[in-house]
């Protein structure tokens, strides 16, 4: 990052992951906070450890954290039992075919000598059940391709990964070494059973497709790790999600699709999922605004894709998370899905300045050798300025309240007029009775390009047990731009 930094570099593209830890021992926080004081973007992938809560990484505020949803594509293949069941899986295979006729069916967990048999470990099958059967595997506990090699590798024809509940529906395509389709829990779940109850179960898998259109779209990836921000709580994360799942780009020729030494095959494309993906999707983006915004800070980059981001459909139905079937919540998105069009001109901008993140490190109470590990630089906090993480110049908010008493909290924004003289109105949307909100002021009347503004929101909470979240939305418009920044409730 640091050769980044002198090679004169515009953007960080950081498809890395790292440790969950205070900033000044976390390298990529401490990298990126050099970039950010040089003017540099950097976004980073928010984790694939979804969707357990607070399971994110790269959390700093001077990095833009990405978390990954999916396209409206998708590469279908046939399952078809025995019993003429169909059902729909994803495949990336595209080798030598199954027949056209059934073959015998089994699954993992009764054909292996392992009491985690149904995960497919190395050496859990035993060959003389598999061979010559296609054979149902759990995802989960090792990699999704080495399941197949190990299938194969016992003797077995083809493979069927089944999602747990872990995973719901989510369905990931691979690059099979063998004739394999992954299906969602639901269906995973009848096609074991249907093993469990016929005497000579068997299934055929077909060719893989290419559909497009698929919906709804996007719906956030099961993957995509979920805030809230395990290290500042006071921050909201993850800012943003993007394309992240079954993406299409090139690929080395060093090695095979699925990244193993088994797999001899060379392509120049690939397909692969993760927030890995969706981070240089938003590094690409960042690109398209610096170009066309050339004086704009990497805070004010960041601020343009959050607020113009969206959370719902087009038919106002909000977007889904595809771990529960259900609406999907700010701490899987963020401020929303990227949208390309609407960044360019957001309107308004919450800029941030390395003083800025300076004082939220005083705001942290780190000791000047810890504010020193993290920006590398000297810097004292000073004793008679009262520093707090409510009137830090994020993008969106963050109010943590302590249960069991009523609260009343304000946070102080400052935002910044990008674009021509324009009136703004606020608009407050709120998802949980527990919070009352209010802004003053209301109206914001802005004479001239880059002209600040600053307004104040005060949360009034009534007591609540520890555990619950809640979710509401501030927003700020001129009648053409929507300005608008997620707010996450925390109990703790």
């Not at 080495?146 to 509940?165: P, Y």
Request: hydrophobic share 40%; glycine share 10%; charged share 15%.
């Amino acid at each position: 990052m640091d050769r980044a930094i002198a090679d004169g570099v515009d953007i960080m593209s950081m498809s890395i992951g790292g440790h969950i830890t205070e900033y000044y021992l976390d390298i990529i926080a401490i990298g990126a906070f050099t970039a950010a004081a040089h003017g540099i973007f950097v976004s980073c992938s928010a984790g694939n450890e979804g969707p357990e809560a607070g399971s994110l990484l790269n959390v700093a505020p001077w990095i833009t954290t990405v978390g990954a949803g999916t396209l409206d594509r998708d590469f279908p293949a046939s399952i078809t039992l025995g019993n003429n069941m169909r059902f729909t899986g994803v495949t990336l295979y595209n080798g030598k075919q199954l027949s056209n006729s059934t073959v015998p069916l089994v699954y993992g967990g009764r054909v292996s000598n392992s009491s985690n048999g149904s995960l497919c470990i190395d050496g859990s099958l035993i060959p003389e059940k598999v061979r010559g059967k296609i054979v149902v595997r759990d995802r989960g506990g090792s990699d999704r391709v080495e399941k197949g090699v190990v299938v194969k590798a016992a003797g077995g024809v083809g493979m069927i990964l089944a999602n747990t509940l872990t995973f719901g529906e989510e369905l990931l395509a691979d690059a099979h070494l063998l004739p394999s389709a992954a299906v969602g829990q639901i269906a995973g779940d009848s096609i074991k059973k249907y093993i469990s109850f016929d005497p000579n179960p068997t299934a055929t898998i077909g060719p893989g497709t290419t559909m497009l259109g698929v919906q709804p779209s996007p719906v956030v990836a099961a993957f995509s790790s979920r805030g809230p921000n395990p290290v500042t709580p006071a921050i909201f994360k993850p800012d943003i999600i993007a394309p992240g799942v079954n993406i299409l780009a090139g690929w080395t020729g060093e090695v095979g699709p699925t990244g193993l030494a088994i797999d001899q095959r060379h392509v120049n494309f690939n397909i692969v999922s993760g927030t890995s993906m969706s981070c240089p999707h938003v590094s690409g983006l960042a690109a398209i605004l610096k170009a066309a915004h050339p004086e704009w800070s990497p805070a004010a980059i960041k601020s343009a894709l959050m607020t113009t981001a969206y959370s719902t459909y087009p038919n106002s139905e909000k977007i889904k998370d595809v771990a529960t079937g259900g609406p999907a919540t700010p701490f899987d998105y963020g401020a929303g899905h990227v949208d390309p069009i609407a960044a360019l001109d957001p309107g308004l901008v919450y800029d941030t300045t390395i003083d800025d993140y300076l004082g939220f490190l005083c705001a942290l109470n780190y000791t000047p050798s810890q504010i020193k590990a993290t920006a590398q630089t000297n810097f004292t906090c000073q004793k008679s300025k009262k520093y707090t993480l409510g009137d830090f110049n994020y993008p969106s908010f963050s109010v943590p309240f302590q249960t069991g008493l009523r609260s009343t909290v304000k946070y102080t924004r400052t935002i910044t007029n990008v674009g021509v003289p324009a009136t703004y109105k606020i608009s407050l949307y709120s998802q949980t009775q527990a919070v009352k909100m209010s802004v003053v002021p209301a109206i914001l009347s802005f004479s001239a390009q880059y002209e600040k503004k600053s307004y104040t929101v005060t949360f009034r909470a009534i007591s609540m047990p520890p555990g619950p979240t809640g979710f509401a939305r501030l927003e700020w418009s001129d009648g053409k731009h929507i300005v608008s920044s997620p707010i996450a409730y925390i109990w703790t």
